[in-house]
C-alpha cells in the first residue's frame, strides 16, 4: 500500500520540515517536499487509521560512531538547539552491538 503526500499547489514548503504516517505498528518519516511516496504493508481493509505528524528541526549533532563505547556505555553529549530559553538539549548515547 502506498500513501502520496504532496504540498498543495503554490505552498513553498519550510526549510528543516519533516513529516511522519502511521498505519497500525509501521511508522515512516522523510524529509517534507513537494511529493513523497510513503510504502505500508498491504491492509486487509481500509477502515483503519491512519496518523500523520509534522516535526520542525530544531537542532542537530553530527558525531562519529567511534566516540561510542561497543558496551553500551552511555556517552554524555549535548546538541545545539535553536528554541526559546534552551541553546542546548543533553543527551547520553549508548552504541549496543549485536
Not at 10 to 39: E, H, N
Not at 40 to 53: H, K, T, V, Y
Request: neutral net charge.
Amino acid at each position: 500500500m502506498e500513501i502520496h503526500v504532496d504540498a498543495a499547489d503554490g505552498f513553498a514548503v519550510p526549510k528543516d520540515t519533516f513529516v511522519s504516517i502511521r498505519i497500525g505498528d509501521v511508522q515512516k518519516q522523510s524529509r517534507f517536499g513537494p511529493a513523497k511516496t510513503f510504502r505500508f504493508p498491504q491492509q486487509e481493509d481500509n477502515s483503519g487509521l491512519a496518523r500523520i505528524e509534522v516535526f520542525h528541526r530544531v537542532g542537530h549533532l553530527t558525531f562519529g560512531l567511534n566516540k561510542l563505547s561497543p558496551n553500551n556505555e552511555k556517552e554524555n553529549m549535548e546538541i545545539p538547539v535553536e528554541m526559546p530559553g534552551v541553546s542546548s538539549l543533553p543527551i547520553k548515547l549508548g552504541l549496543q552491538s549485536k
